[in-house]
């Protein structure tokens, strides 16, 4: 496996994926529009993520993966029919890569193929067989990837671990060519498996393939399905040698992905690189792809901050330019390649006009005798012709290369002599030339505007302003007070609806909930397992550093007293202590099952409102006084909130606040012209009136050098 994975290692993948047998489908997720995970239960052990990233790799990961809160279509429609689905069978079809997995309900049997050539595709059927949904609807020659239609596998190619030894000597014995090459063709092992396979046979890949013993073709091929199906390990060949000290995972993972460049499910040399050994296949791709994959939803958020280009991931003017330009140079080379290439086409036909003048002749001739339907058969065994086009009336011939056997295949009309076909392709290549004019003027166009913009961001940057994204999409913790305490998330109603929506929806069994000793007081949630992991990248402007954070649902560490207390802080804040004009306050909190939404006989509780039953600890005497920082979260430039301690570690940017006389709008217009932000985020940070007790570098901004 390089980019994608080939089918020896699908064959690896299936045989190790049979320990899922029996496991149950728990949830489905689409983190990103060309990735689906599907979270298993396997019996007796833990759950366990079934990656796919459509036509690249499949794989298995218990690494941390933040999802999405609203799954998309795909993944819903997944829900709907494989919720409880008991994984039945996993085979890969013949020696294709096309893996596919039956899934029992009660309501019958379910298939999803998941196609890892071309662009790939992920096809859930019913139990005859017709596509539900594909991920990606496609039509080919042979088969159409659509609702409604009955899923067609591809052309299948031969298994070569079926073959038998007459198949094998027929092919060596036939061929005039290296055993490579025969044995490379895709109706007999295909490239990597046929390089392997005479790189075991220790022979010489450019000796003739009528010169090879069969029988050790056949030996071979048993020896690696021997390997593939009973002792298969993982094996990833790194540009450097592993660090033989012990290091931490994060340093490993970012030394895999800058280093490793292929992974086989066999050991293998390979000149000039390193190998690193695995207990299976699919533990390999994790480590070497795993990091990359686990942070799907974050380039997809960040691709969906850009309105004018969605999906693609720039936003700022600079980068929406040089995304431009790079588009209309390529456009460029494109239409340079095919001016070039429509006249050889005429070229070669004119040079070639005895052989296309016969074959035009003989084909029109057949089909005036035969019709169409008729000459469509006959022509799989015609030498200089691949194929017929009765709709457009034109064939597909082969033109003879210099030892005059087939070469290049063009289309030529039926209804047109040489010159005429010739002449056509000329047309084509003439109107490319008028495309390259105005293609050379938007190129130009384009610099002219990319310099300006550049120079506008670089003012900007130096006056302290971040390069902004305009975002379609918030993250859900956004709608709500946040806070970022020991890297746990904190989360606070904004009002009534708020306070049901964060205990309802997001206060679980191992959170903390907090409320301040005052009516009307946010309903606060310490999370136990969610929070911002400090990411080994940094944002980077031309003039400053933001940390870096991306949102985790598996934190390593627990949440304690000592958090608690610091959370207890924000939660004062929040509430209407702020602009009462004191000074500290009270703050208790309770394990989740004390609160309740159920009164007493004869009570009524409001909107927002809980009966809290129980045991309370209580925080006194706490400080009114929050930090407010710059970071980025998921590749997003935020502000956000934790206690003055923790904001001076987190940021290198950020302010300490306290209940002031400077207006609450004053306040959040000078943090905008500081840094670029949106004044309603800002605000939506701010508690009520300020006054500022320390600026670190937020206002008095210094570029970094």
């Not at 901050?305 to 980068?319: H, I, K, M, N, Y």
Request: aromatic content about 8%; overall charge neutral.
């Amino acid at each position: 496996m390089k980019d994608s994975m080939s089918a020896l290692d699908l064959r690896a993948i299936a045989s190790e994926f049979q320990s899922l047998l029996q496991s149950r489908v728990k949830k489905c997720y689409q983190p990103h529009y060309e990735q689906i995970v599907l979270r298993l239960n396997p019996k007796g052990s833990q759950s366990v993520d079934m990656v796919i990233v459509r036509g690249s790799r499949v794989y298995l990961s218990q690494r941390d993966r933040p999802m999405p809160v609203n799954p998309g279509q795909f993944a819903m429609l997944l829900r709907k029919y494989l919720a409880n689905a008991r994984l039945v069978a996993i085979e890969q079809l013949e020696f294709d890569r096309v893996l596919h997995l039956t899934f029992e309900t009660g309501h019958g049997f379910y298939h999803l193929y998941i196609e890892m050539f071309r662009d790939g595709n992920v096809l859930l059927c019913d139990q005859s067989h017709e596509i539900i949904q594909p991920l990606t609807h496609a039509t080919y020659a042979e088969r159409t990837l659509k609702k409604g239609h009955t899923y067609k596998p591809p052309p299948q190619s031969p298994n070569p671990f079926e073959m038998d030894i007459n198949t094998i000597r027929n092919i060596l014995q036939s061929s005039e060519k290296s055993i490579i090459s025969t044995l490379g063709q895709r109706e007999v092992l295909g490239g990597s498996l046929a390089n392997f396979v005479v790189e075991l046979m220790d022979e010489d890949e450019n000796i003739g393939a009528n010169e090879i013993n069969p029988q050790k073709v056949i030996d071979v091929l048993s020896e690696i399905y021997q390997e593939l199906t009973s002792n298969a390990k993982g094996f990833l060949y790194s540009k450097k040698p592993a660090p033989t000290e012990k290091i931490q995972t994060v340093d490993m993972e970012d030394f895999l992905a800058e280093n490793v460049v292929e992974a086989w499910p066999i050991k293998k040399e390979i000149s000039n690189l390193h190998c690193i050994q695995f207990d299976s296949f699919h533990s390999a791709v994790d480590a070497w792809k795993g990091v990359h994959d686990a942070r799907a939803l974050a380039r997809k958020e960040s691709e969906l901050l850009d309105q004018s280009a969605p999906g693609r991931g720039f936003s700022t003017e600079v980068e929406k330019l040089e995304r431009r330009l790079i588009q209309q140079e390529k456009a460029l080379a494109g239409f340079h390649s095919k001016v070039e290439k429509q006249q050889n086409i005429g070229h070669q036909i004119t040079e070639n006009y005895t052989h296309v003048d016969d074959v035009l002749k003989q084909m029109n001739e057949a089909i005036a005798k035969k019709g169409f339907e008729t000459i469509k058969e006959e022509i799989k065994e015609v030498t200089w012709v691949e194929s017929l086009d009765s709709v457009n009336s034109k064939v597909e011939i082969f033109l003879p290369n210099e030892d005059h056997q087939p070469g290049k295949k063009v289309w030529l009309h039926l209804d047109l002599n040489v010159h005429q076909n010739a002449k056509e392709y000329f047309e084509v290549g003439r109107k490319q030339k008028d495309k390259i004019t105005g293609a050379k003027q938007a190129i130009e166009a384009t610099k002219i505007a990319l310099k300006k913009a550049r120079k506008k961001e670089l003012t900007s940057q130096q006056s302290g302003k971040l390069n902004l994204r305009k975002r379609t999409k918030k993250f859900w913790f956004e709608n709500h007070r946040w806070a970022i305490i020991g890297g746990h998330l904190l989360v606070g109603g904004k009002d009534a609806r708020g306070n049901d929506n964060v205990v309802k929806k997001h206060l679980k069994k191992e959170d903390r909930y907090l409320h301040a000793d005052l009516h009307g007081a946010p309903s606060c949630v310490l999370k136990n397992q969610t929070g911002f992991e400090l990411e080994s990248q940094t944002t980077h402007s031309s003039t400053q550093v933001i940390p870096s954070f991306k949102i985790i649902d598996k934190m390593s560490s627990e949440i304690d007293d000592s958090l608690t207390l610091k959370a207890a802080s924000l939660a004062l804040a929040w509430s209407r202590s702020w602009n009462a004009g004191g000074a500290h306050g009270t703050v208790y909190w309770v394990k989740p099952g004390q609160v309740s939404k159920t009164a007493e006989t004869g009570e009524f509780i409001g909107k927002g409102a809980f009966i809290i039953r129980g045991e309370r600890t209580w925080f006194r005497n706490l400080n009114l006084e929050i930090g407010l920082g710059l970071i980025s979260v998921n590749g997003v430039p935020l502000l956000a909130s934790s206690t003055a301690e923790e904001i001076r570690e987190i940021a290198q940017r950020y302010v300490v606040i306290r209940p002031g006389t400077i207006k609450k709008d004053q306040f959040a217009n000078k943090l905008y012209k500081a840094t670029g932000l949106s004044t309603d985020e800002i605000l939506s940070v701010l508690p009520g009136n300020v006054e500022l007790v320390e600026d670190g570098n937020m206002f008095q901004f210094e570029a970094e050098k």
